[in-house]
Nanobody, 112 residues
Framework: QVELVESGGGLVQPGGSLRLSCAASGSIFTINAMGWFRQAPGKERELVAF???????NYAESVKGRFTISRDNAKNTQYLQMNSLKAEDTAVYYCHANWAYWGQGTQVTVSS
């Protein structure tokens, strides 16, 4: 079992930045891929980015060039650096591990 705890969400103006963190505990030795999904009101949950244990990354087209995913294996933590935020980035962001374990979600609101 893997437990994930997210932090770092909040309210930011368009063009601003936020960094989300997701700390893992439990059976962390089983973790391979980690990543982030988001869900906006009235929309389906969508993949934002993921990173493999080897450091390979993949991004949704809508966030390429603005978001950066990274992980610190020594701290069992992954990060999502979000720059040049837009109103359409507003959503609840969920981290995952191995496409099976999920965090509780953190709200990101981009508004002036």
């Amino acid at each position: 079992q893997v437990e994930l705890v997210e932090s770092g969400g909040g309210l930011v103006q368009p063009g601003g930045s936020l960094r989300l963190s997701c700390a893992a505990s439990g059976s962390i030795f089983t973790i391979n891929a980690m990543g982030w999904f988001r869900q906006a009101p009235g929309k389906e949950r969508e993949l934002v980015a993921f990173i493999t244990s080897g450091g390979s990354t993949n991004y949704a087209e809508s966030v390429k060039g603005r978001f950066t995913i990274s992980r610190d294996n020594a701290k069992n933590t992954q990060y999502l650096q979000m720059n040049s935020l837009k109103a359409e980035d507003t959503a609840v962001y969920y981290c995952h591990a191995n496409w099976a374990y999920w965090g509780q979600g953190t709200q990101v609101t981009v508004s002036s």
